[in-house]
């Protein structure tokens, strides 16, 4: 079993930063993928990005790409999603999750474990 616990969410006026923290325990991630999602009240569950626990492999949604950078500290099992020039369309509560496989996926389905989400509200 993999435990995943999100922290760093909060309310940030439009154009500031936040940064996420995902905490894992429970089993070694050499293997996965971690990623990054979020879903606002009313719409499905979106992909934010992603990154291989061993090789530090990347991968964005088109919608962050240049503004959020996501990233590992593998010393801590601890993931990080920095995210700058936040636009209230960033409104949401983002989940972190794991995937037990060396590949990524965008796909909510394709993730096997989850934290309980952290809210991020940007105001205008």
């Known amino acids: 079993q993999v435990q995943l616990e999100e922290s760093g969410g909060g309310l940030v006026q439009a154009g500031g930063s936040l940064r996420l923290s995902c905490e894992a325990s429970?089993?070694?991630?050499?293997?996965?993928?971690m990623g990054w999602f979020r879903q606002a009240p009313g719409k499905e569950r979106e992909f934010v990005a992603s990154?291989?626990?061993?090789?530090?492999?990347?991968n964005y949604a088109d919608s962050v790409k240049g503004r959020f950078t996501i990233s590992g500290e593998n010393a801590k099992n601890t993931v990080y999603l920095q995210m700058n020039s936040l636009k209230p369309e960033d409104t949401a509560l983002y989940y972190c999750?794991?995937?037990?496989?060396?590949?990524?996926?965008?796909?909510?389905?394709?993730?096997?474990?989850w934290g309980q989400g952290t809210q991020v509200t940007v105001s205008s």
């Open positions: 990154i291989r626990w061993s090789g530090g492999i990347t």
């Open positions: 999750a794991a995937r037990g496989s060396p590949w990524s996926s965008p796909h909510p389905s394709g993730y096997d474990y």
């Open positions: 429970g089993r070694t991630f050499s293997s996965y993928y």
